[in-house]
């Protein structure tokens, strides 16, 4: 994953990819370079979704949301302006 700034992103959006075992969960983070794409099965996954945290109105509870079987896509950060 290539590193960015915080201060670069302007969308992150999670959603499922189904697979036969089960879904998994993936986000889209948008800066100004162009989209990074990640998967909750790389090593630093854990390590990205605190780093994203830090944004200012990142929905922290993102997870809960796209737990909800009819929910496929839900965006935690959208930055205004």
Do not use: N
């Not at 990819?17 to 879904?23: I, N, Q």
């Not at 790389?42 to 979704?49: G, K, M, Q, T, Y």
């Amino acid at each position: 994953m290539p590193p960015f700034k915080l201060t670069s992103v302007s969308r992150v959006e999670f959603y499922k990819r189904h697979e036969r075992r089960r879904d998994v969960m993936c986000c889209d983070i948008t800066t100004r370079d162009g989209v990074i794409s990640a998967h909750e099965r790389l090593s630093h996954w854990d390590e990205l979704i605190r780093k994203l945290e830090f944004l200012g109105g990142f929905d922290v509870e993102w997870y809960l949301q796209l737990s909800s079987p009819e929910v496929e896509r839900y965006v935690a950060f959208e930055r205004k302006g």
